[in-house]
């Protein structure tokens, strides 16, 4: 575990902002929250939005960042759409801890 360090923080989103910039160029930062990317128009530059999602997200995890995107018609109704499936997760994966007994998964510690 480390402390926060809020610079270091907002360093790191704009630098994933400027990177973001390569898919379109309407990226806004929802600090400390994370990004809203506007894609209108860009996607069949990247093979649709269900590949533009892959290849962000696939990068960013690779460089060990714990990404949860959505795509949808407003931010709001992304924001609603990862919350919402970050509250499922973390019922799912407490419910089966708890059922088979077993030590708290690495990836415990994203969810909410």
Excluded: Y
Aim: charged share 20%; aromatic share 6%.
């Amino acid at each position: 575990m480390f402390d926060a360090d809020d610079a270091a923080d907002t360093k790191t989103l704009n630098d994933i902002a400027d990177w973001c910039d390569r898919f379109t160029p309407l990226v806004a930062i929802d600090a400390p929250h994370g990004l809203f990317l506007d894609i209108t128009g860009c996607v069949h530059l990247f093979g649709g939005e269900a590949a533009l999602m892959r290849r962000v997200c696939g990068v960013l995890t690779v460089q060990g960042f714990a990404v949860s995107a959505a795509i949808a018609g407003t931010s709001v109704c992304a924001r609603t759409m990862i919350v919402t499936s970050m509250v499922a997760s973390s019922v799912t994966a407490r419910k089966l801890m708890r059922s088979s007994r077993c030590r708290c998964p690495r990836w415990a510690p994203m969810l909410r």
